[in-house]
């Protein structure tokens, strides 16, 4: 069964399509030489946020004048990751995502290569990196979140603190509970704490 916002956000995506009088379909752009795998991956992170889908370029494909929506970088390896937050860059797709972020433009990161090595990175070398990230963040350099709609649905006729935790971890703003369902003392306290809302079905 479809929650609420799912609904009313599927409404609206149809509406806009059926009300858009010729427009183009929308493009995203991938800062990277084209693999069929990639684009197959790419189209299917996308595919939540675009109803009709959207066009997947790679770097120095025409956009036939369209401006990319989204600008995605696949991986950023260790050493682009350290140049990048000097200002530097040495290779082409890194000299387009410096560009795309001296021009005050947002670029999102599927993968950083520095995360892989969490458990055998000495800690002030990883300690390093995370902060690389967080400079790039400044820069306008961010991660690529997932689409996950803001809800969560839970079927449980007793809430916990725990089910408010996992929804708040998930980014979820509300957690829709069973009419009848019970809320313990913590799951309310906890709720107020993260800002996830506790909505009963009636």
Known sequence: MM?????????????????????????????????????ERVGALMAPFYANGADVLFLGEDSGGRTPERRLLPSLSCSDMADLAAGRASSPCMKETLGLLLRGETVEVLEFAYRS????????????YVSYEKTLAGYGLKEFRP?????????????????????????????IVPAKANVTPLAAETADVLRVRIVKEG
Do not use: F, H, N, Q
């Not at 009300?19 to 990277?32: D, E, F, I, N, Y």
């Not at 090595?117 to 390093?128: F, N």
């Not at 916990?160 to 957690?175: D, I, S």
């Open 3 to 39: 929650d609420m916002e799912e609904l009313v956000r599927a409404v609206v995506r149809e509406v806009l399509e059926r009300t858009a009088s010729g427009g183009a379909k929308p493009c995203v752009m991938v800062l990277a030489s084209r693999e069929t795998s990639l684009a």
């Open 147 to 175: 689409w996950k709609p803001e809800s969560a649905r839970v079927r449980e006729t007793l809430i916990t603190a725990a089910m408010v935790e996992r929804a708040g971890a998930e980014g979820r703003r509300a957690l």
């Open 117 to 128: 090595y969490v458990d055998t990175a000495p800690g002030p070398l990883y300690d390093l």
